[in-house]
């Protein structure tokens, strides 16, 4: 499916900012103002609870660290891949413009160093002001709730100290020429915090996903099977989705998919 091919989609409320408790409420007054007495009615969607996560911290660390100064949007391109050849020749590592395990390793360490030494306040503050999340995945999610629309929670693990998770909630319906009075759409829920954060909330965004409905999880990275969030998240996934597109290392990547598929991993075919 094609952006073009997609019907356009109205903005029933615009990302708000709520407590993590307040999302399930905050969601079920949006569907109580639009009943169809002013204006078309609106309900939301029930079909599948579709999970994203985008785990890889490389480009926020890269913009800390002064490499990249580009929007922190999880998309891999040419000005990601510079920043990457620019840190991997400054730390004497193979120039690839690809992010393996060695060169986070590295940045994650240069950015602890860097921490320790208070040289990160001006840095960490553009980053929380350049954080859009999921603008990486953004055309794919809307292309989803176009065709079938649905409750999209997003996980962005962000850097920084542990401050809890916070929460927004939007929901947007595509609008087909042949039924304009009654829109189905689709619910965004989305929540950032560290990986710690997430983690220890995992119960809470478990609670989220619609019960009884089909749950698919994007894990938007690698596979890394002894990841604890990937863990928790898959086991109560009923389909995992991966893209292979993004590959550091293919064969090793592969072989790994190939041990979740064995060890029974509800992997789209």
Known sequence: MTIANSPPLVSLQAPKDVSIEEVESQ????????TGEEGPAATRATTFSFVVCEPDDTQPLL?????????IDGIAGPRTAAAIKAAQKAYGLEITGKAD????????????EAKERG??????????????????????ADAIA??????IITLCPTLGEDEG??????AYCPIHKQNQNTLVCCEYITLQGTAIALERNIGVISALVVSDLPQYLWWKATPEPDHSLFQRLASTSDVI?????????PETNLRQLSELIDKTCPLPT
């Open 63 to 71: 913009a800390a660290l002064g490499y990249y100064t580009g929007p």
């Open 27 to 34: 969601l079920q007054s949006i569907w109580r103002s639009y």
């Open 165 to 170: 998770v916070s929460a927004q909630v939007s």
């Open 146 to 151: 176009a065709s079938n629309p649905c409750r």
């Open 101 to 112: 395990s060695q060169l986070r390793d590295r940045l994650h360490q240069v950015f602890g």
């Open 241 to 249: 989705i991966f893209d292979s597109s993004i590959f550091v290392e």
């Open 119 to 140: 040289q990160l306040k001006t840095a960490e503050t553009v980053l929380v002001e350049q954080y859009f999340p999921d603008i990486g995945g953004a055309h794919i």
